[in-house]
């Protein structure tokens, strides 16, 4: 098989997996990385995420990842939701899990897929390869431009003309000279509605994300008491924020996931937060078997529940905060206080 019908079969055999796209470009395509990397480490924006730092180096050129590496294969998968998450933010007494945990991990499921597409190339060529999905120092965002699945939005996740931005990323790094594709080139314009919406405001400007004040880094990755002075921005969220995604225009264009295991479960559409506050690790763990939001573990799960409690102006959830008021994990503990104190307020 020639170069040029090796490209166009492996194309089809990661579409025939059940991705959207597949695209190649080069591990040194991402020149402009190190630069854009340093200089969000240096401003402090990556927060209490050290592995960003321990492993810049890897991050920032992915050559360096792996030097034999001659070509990457960059897959997206959508898992559009089937309605509106911002509606989910009005019902107050109701917690908001971002949408692409509210089923499976999509880690095992994206990593399934790449693996087979990653067998087929090495039984028709008898090349190395590594596959990737999140779980590595690889800036998949910026690969996927120079790739061409899309474009580095304003909110700084990647947006496709032909999928919006609801879609995951994969990788297949291949010691395969394959002729990679052309990169895309931004369509944001003037638009800047991610950025406005954001409640925490978390951009310092367009293209620019301080961690340490998204949701999803604040209920995710922030371990301990989050800053008081943005408990109330996280209004119900309580694992991850899809705000500044669920806004974007190019999401008219935006693919119907193909897997139903991304599909909402019933009981994370919206769960009663009364509900959830009164899990405890065994409980939280049954619940979330199978599920990303299990790796937060309960005591940080909970205090975003306490948290989103606070913010719901019902005071018939103070009860729900009595037995967290005494929790063994001071954060959980702080939480419910301040969510007592915050429902105690007159209207």
């Not at 490209?7 to 796209?21: D, H, N, P, R, T």
């Not at 960003?52 to 050559?63: F, M, Q, S």
């Not at 898992?79 to 899990?97: A, N, W």
């Not at 479960?265 to 009663?272: G, K, S, V, Y």
């Amino acid at each position: 098989m020639d170069r040029d019908a090796l490209k166009s079969a492996l194309i089809g055999e990661a579409v025939g997996a059940g991705f959207a796209m597949a695209r190649l470009t080069t591990p040194d395509a991402v020149p402009d990385v190190p630069e854009r990397l340093r200089a969000f480490l240096d401003a402090g924006y990556h927060g209490q995420m050290g592995w960003l730092e321990e492993r810049a180096a890897w991050r920032g050129d992915p050559a360096a990842l792996w030097p034999e590496a001659r070509s990457v294969l960059m897959l997206a998968e959508p898992y559009t939701p089937e309605h509106d998450p911002l509606e989910d933010l009005k019902r107050r007494d109701r917690g908001v899990v971002s949408v692409y945990a509210r089923n499976r991990d999509y880690h095992d499921i994206v990593k399934k897929r790449l693996k087979r597409v990653a067998r087929w190339l090495v039984t028709e060529t008898g090349c190395e390869v590594k596959v990737f999905v999140d779980t590595a120092p690889v800036p998949e965002k910026a690969l996927g431009q120079a790739a061409g699945l899309g474009w580095q939005g304003k909110h700084t996740n990647l947006v496709s003309r032909d999928l919006g931005n609801w879609f995951f990323l994969g990788a297949i790094f291949t010691t395969l000279d394959l002729e990679p594709d052309s990169s895309e080139i931004d369509h944001c314009g003037s638009c800047r509605r991610c950025l406005d919406i954001c409640p925490t405001d978390a951009f310092p400007a367009p293209y620019r994300l301080d961690a340490r004040r998204c949701i999803s880094y604040l209920t995710i990755e922030h371990k301990g008491p989050v800053p008081e002075d943005l408990r109330t921005g996280l209004g119900n969220h309580i694992y991850g924020c899809d705000d500044c995604l669920a806004v974007c225009p190019w999401n008219k264009f935006a693919s119907t996931a193909r897997d139903q295991r991304y599909a909402a479960r019933d009981d994370l559409e919206a769960p009663p937060l009364a509900e959830l506050a009164a899990l405890d690790d065994g409980a939280f763990r049954a619940k979330f078997s199978g599920s990303p939001i299990k790796r937060v573990g309960r005591d940080r799960f909970v205090r975003n529940v306490a948290y989103a409690i606070g913010n719901s102006g019902k005071r018939a959830l103070l009860s729900a905060l009595d037995p967290l008021l005494n929790d063994p994990d001071p954060a959980v503990a702080d939480a419910a206080e301040w969510a007592r104190r915050r429902l105690a307020e007159p209207d």
